[in-house]
């Protein structure tokens, strides 16, 4: 199989992530250059559907998959622990909930807002600076039900790391980009955020 990937690109790095933890390492992982368009070439856009964007796995049987979590699934089935995505029927959908809670409450506004902001993204998108404020606005209020979730608790969706707090901690990270700084009182964020930013995967 082949990853096709970006360095500093939040969606790649989840699908890295995820094979980190599962030490997989039979995966070929080819570095695109975003700012000079390789991930939008002809032939790309073809095997996407028009789709633009990283990471792309290309499966063994030549199939192409884009989207960053249905890739990192197919890996779940294929190398299944440790287990990201749930065991029981609830501890999926609990997964599931907080993944899409995480996903595009935190995660997507906080990434908006780092591709408008950050000058050494601008070779990628049209940028507007107040559009880029109210998305990481955004974000940063939705790390507050964030941080509530974890008073008392590690993970964000159940009793061991899951996807879900791995979307969400490499959307939060994405904005080193601009250089935020967590307001003082996501005392129980900032704890998970370190804690995230320890594990090895974190620099796969
Ligand atoms: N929904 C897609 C998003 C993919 C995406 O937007 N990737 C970004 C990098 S994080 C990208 O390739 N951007 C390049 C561009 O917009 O030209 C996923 O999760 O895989």
């Known amino acids: 199989m082949k990853l096709y990937d970006a360095a500093v690109a939040p969606n790649p790095r989840r699908v890295r992530w995820v094979m980190a933890e599962k ?62 995505f749930g065991r029981t029927a609830e501890e999926v959908a609990i997964i599931e909930m907080w993944t899409r809670r995480v996903e595009l409450l935190v995660a997507h506004p906080l990434m908006i807002g780092v591709r408008h902001l ?46 879900a707090d791995i979307v969400a901690f490499v959307g939060l990270d994405f904005t080193r980009l601009i250089r935020l700084v967590l307001p003082e009182n996501l005392v129980e964020a900032a704890r998970w955020a370190d804690m995230m930013r320890e594990r090895p995967a974190a620099r796969a």
């Open 23 to 84: 030490s997989i390492t039979d995966i070929e992982v080819v570095r695109l250059n975003m700012a000079e368009g390789q991930h939008k070439t002809d032939e790309f856009l073809t095997r996407t559907d028009g789709f633009v964007g990283l990471p792309i796995l290309e499966t063994k049987d030549g199939t192409t998959l884009t989207e960053s979590l249905a890739i990192c699934r197919y890996l779940e089935s294929l190398y299944p622990e440790p287990n990201l």
């Open 118 to 163: 950050s000058p050494m993204l601008a070779s990628l998108e049209q940028q507007d600076a107040a559009f880029g404020d109210r998305n990481r606005d955004l974000g940063i209020k939705a790390l507050t039900l964030l941080n509530q979730r974890l008073t008392h608790r590690d993970w964000i969706a159940a009793d061991r790391l899951t996807i």
